[in-house]
Nanobody, 123 residues
C-alpha cells in the first residue's frame, strides 16, 4: 500500500479544506487508515483514524468536532474534511496505512506513509 495525499493549500481562518489520500493496492479495504500532521519545530501529531469499514473512527483532541475522516473503499481513498480551520492547524498532513485491525493513534502503529501535503491557515 502506497498512500498519496492531495488537497492541501492556503485557506483563511474559519474556512474548510478536504484532503484526499489514494492508496494503491488491492487490499486497501483491509487497512486501517490514519492522518497525522507536523508543524514546523513540532513533533508529528495524531489527527484521525478510521477502521476498514468506516464504522469506527478516532480523533485527536485538538481537532475533535471540526475534522471528519471518511473512506471510500471502492476508490481506495480516505478523506479528511477540515472545518473551522485555525492558524494552529497549519502543518504538513500525512496519510498512513496500518496492517492490523485496531485503530492506531501513534506513528509506530502505521506501516506505510505518504509524502504529505501542506496546509496553511492564514489569520
Amino acid at each position: 500500500v502506497q498512500p498519496v495525499e492531495s488537497g492541501g493549500g492556503l485557506v483563511q481562518a474559519g474556512g474548510s479544506l478536504r484532503l484526499s489520500c489514494v492508496a494503491s493496492g488491492r487490499t486497501f479495504s483491509s487497512y486501517v487508515m490514519g492522518w497525522f500532521r507536523q508543524a514546523p519545530g513540532k513533533e508529528r501529531e495524531f489527527v484521525a483514524a478510521i477502521n476498514w469499514s468506516g464504522g469506527t473512527t478516532a480523533y485527536g483532541d485538538s481537532v475533535k468536532g471540526r475534522f471528519t475522516i471518511s473512506r471510500d473503499n471502492a476508490k481506495n481513498t480516505v478523506y479528511l474534511l477540515m472545518n473551522s480551520l485555525k492558524p494552529e492547524d497549519t502543518a504538513v498532513y500525512s496519510c498512513a496505512a496500518r496492517g492490523n485491525s485496531g485503530l492506531g493513534v501513534t506513528q509506530p502503529d502505521y506501516n506505510y506513509w505518504g509524502q504529505g501535503t501542506q496546509v496553511t491557515v492564514s489569520s
